[in-house]
């Protein structure tokens, strides 16, 4: 249901909210890709409490709710996004917490940042992570995984908001963990505690630096506006597919596979969202054709 363009921030949320939200705001540069429209409203929220308020007012009003963490794996067209669109950047959503081999950590905290700090503290089952782009929730609804080790196994517990607005916690098997997806579809993650085992501090930082080097190696070097639009299927790196199937350095106006990192889309200067989205169907398209693998999509399209 879209609200009619007359109503205003003042119509939709109370007063004591109004000072955290922006009409008509711009996406692009909180975005990895750098392409889109605005959101009619963007809120930046403080408090726990004004996260549910927020959802619970954009609700009364059939308002759709999306959530923003570190940008790296969304696409917005550019009509923009007709909605309230929550930034997950304040204080109330980016601690680190460590308590005994336990992490609790704010949904927007970025993994890297995570990982780093449980290393540094001698704590083992996040240092596999570093260097993937994204937030800790964005990861944990995901369920992130690497070197064969995904994050939902260590996962304790998760702070989240039901569609309602509700705060209530879920344990790690009620999240519903599989290959790179959970259940928390729907859910506004707030927080996640993590279990840990400690470990030697200078043998983690040395597995984590030879990570974190070697997965900059992959990442294309030349340009920032780039985005990996494809989950990798059980059986093989979407970039050993794609390379397989001949479609490295595909293009599509001013967006292209990375021809030597092809499991990257890039941006090229006046790359529009519409681009994007044929690029991905034609790839796609051939590597069903081609291997019989349908390709699951990492990005969110507002």
Known sequence: MSVPSTVTLVDVFPEDLQHLVGENQPLNEFLWLGIGGPARFLAEPVEIKQISELVKAAKSHDLAVR???????????????????????????????????????????????????????????????????????????GNASAEGRDIGSVVRSIE?????????????????????????????????????EPKDVTALTKRMQKLWIHRGQRRPSDTSRIVMPFIDPDSMST????????????????????????????????ATSDQCLRLIERVREQVLLQTGIDLRLNLQIW
């Open 160 to 196: 989240v908001l039901d569609e309602n607005g509700t705060p209530k916690t879920i344990t790690a098997e009620e999240a519903g963990f599989s290959h790179r997806k959970s259940t928390l579809d729907g859910l506004i993650v707030l927080s996640v505690e993590f279990e840990l």
């Open 239 to 270: 970039r050993d597919l794609i390379v397989s199937t001949g479609l490295s350095g595909l293009r599509e106006g001013d967006v292209s596979l990375d021809l030597s990192a092809p499991q990257y889309l890039v941006a090229h200067e006046n």
């Open 67 to 141: 959530i923003l963490g570190h940008g790296s794996n969304i696409l917005v067209r550019e009509a923009g996004f007709d909605g309230l669109v929550i930034s997950l950047s304040g204080p109330a959503t980016t601690g680190l917490e460590i308590n005994g081999n336990r992490l609790k950590a704010g949904a927007g905290v970025k993994l890297t940042h995570a990982a780093i700090k449980t290393v540094g503290e001698g704590l083992g089952g996040l240092e596999h992570l570093v260097g993937i782009p994204g937030s800790v929730g964005g990861a944990v609804v």
